[in-house]
């Protein structure tokens, strides 16, 4: 089973919500990241996990909030977003370094 | 800082042709390169190279890598329709960060 999943698909929020969004994975990888992507741009790295905790950060703005309750689930919790935060939201993990990652199918974010 | 660049950015073929996706990159410490291909949702992963593994190849699809000159190239033959799709690089250094390109538009006509 390679699969990573990603909730919800689709989200739309205002700048004043809170929102999260959902990664999960069943693999028994180490390492869960969270990239964004904009349209006709390659994926950008937002946050590594390594064995649950917090190894990179992009220098993320702090509207964007990572959470690693276990090594299976992955968060991104979101708070006063920009319409410039709109983007594919991309989870992936690996097994090892220097691994291949297996990413989900994302989740797409329009922020209003 | 890492850098990857793939050439050409875009490129449009018939079906039947074969093409070479170039990928060059800068990186400290040099761990992997990775093959992606993106159509409209997640990236899917195609190959790695390493340094003990420089060549791959799954049916009508290649890659080697040159650890001397600092590139790769993705090779498929006989193109289909379904081969339409971005095809991304990536490199690893010594981090667990995984450095994207800016990706090849591959377009193939019937």
């Known amino acids: 089973d390679t699969e990573v999943t990603q909730t919800p698909k689709h989200l739309v929020m205002g700048m004043t919500n809170k929102k999260s969004l959902k990664c999960e994975q069943h693999?028994?990888?180490?390492?869960m990241y969270w990239y964004k992507q904009k349209a006709k741009k390659p994926p950008e790295l937002m946050f590594v996990?390594?064995?649950?905790?917090?190894?990179i950060n992009e220098s993320v703005p702090s509207r964007f909030s990572p959470e690693c309750p276990n090594s299976s689930l992955l968060n991104l919790h979101l708070h006063a977003l920009q319409p410039e935060d709109s983007a594919l939201y991309l989870c992936a993990s690996s097994q090892g370094f220097p691994g291949e990652l297996f990413f989900g199918e994302g989740s797409r974010l329009t922020v209003l | 800082e890492d850098k990857v660049v793939q050439s050409p950015l875009s490129l449009v073929v018939h079906e039947g042709d074969t093409v070479t996706l170039n990928c060059s990159y800068e990186v400290t410490n040099f761990r992997s390169l990775l093959w992606y291909k993106q159509e409209k949702k997640a990236p899917t992963f195609l190959f790695m190279l390493t340094s003990s593994g420089i060549e791959k190849k799954s049916g009508r699809l290649s890659s080697i890598l040159d650890k001397k000159e600092l590139f790769s190239i993705l090779n498929i033959t006989a193109t289909q329709t379904g081969d339409s799709a971005v095809y991304l690089c990536a490199v690893r250094g010594g981090s667990e960060k995984l450095v994207f390109g800016k990706g090849t538009k591959l377009t193939v006509n019937p």
């Open positions: 693999m028994g990888h180490r390492a």
């Open positions: 996990y390594s064995y649950e905790k917090l190894s």
